[in-house]
């Protein structure tokens, strides 16, 4: 099985396939200089896998409202709480995006390792659905730990669960309303 992991920072990446592979990782580039991909195996629930682990930074994912609403000149400023908005990846974020959507293609499992978080739940789930728009069959996991030393990682690694989108929704919920108050 080949798994694709996921860390919110490339110096999280960095340090988990460190703990993960004892140090035998091996680094090559993602389309973004920023984030590095580190390859090696490790056993996921009693099977040795392959693992590939890069990162985000941080949020992949920002909100606006569609055209019609960009300008608020153009609009009464009431309209604008029940103005649609969507989701996408902004310009600067689309190499980090590239990276995950070819490297995901080759994979079985997707493991998130963001911060364990509200944040952390939200950003997870913005790579989630990068990555199932490439591959809606992936297997989905979550990572949880509290730090990044050998002990947590190799423990959170043999307890996987899934992902919590209450957890998530909840970060949605309020930067949607920063966008239509225009926090």
């Not at 996991?141 to 998530?168: C, D, G, H, W, Y």
Request: one cysteine or more; aromatic letters at 8%.
């Amino acid at each position: 099985m080949k798994y694709l992991n996921v860390a919110e920072k490339n110096d999280a990446a960095k340090n988990i396939a460190l703990h993960l592979s004892r140090g035998t990782s091996r680094k090559r580039e993602g389309f973004s200089q920023y984030n590095k991909i580190y390859e090696f195996e490790a056993e996921v629930m009693g099977q040795k896998s392959e693992m590939v682990m890069t990162s985000v930074s941080g949020h992949l994912l920002t909100m606006d409202f569609v055209s019609a609403y960009k300008s608020w000149q153009s609009c009464n400023p009431l309209s604008l709480f029940d103005a649609p908005v969507y989701k996408y990846c902004p310009e600067n974020y689309d190499k980090i995006k590239k990276t995950l959507e070819r490297e995901v293609r080759s994979c079985q499992g997707l493991i998130i390792w963001t911060d364990c978080d509200r944040e952390g739940e939200n950003i997870g789930f913005e790579i989630i659905e990068v990555c199932k728009a490439v591959k809606s069959s992936i297997k989905i996991f979550r990572a949880k730990f509290s730090e990044i030393t050998s002990v947590s990682v190799r423990r959170a690694l043999q307890t996987l669960t899934q992902p919590n989108k209450n957890i998530s929704d909840a970060v949605d919920v309020r930067q949607e309303l920063d966008l239509r108050i225009g926090n």
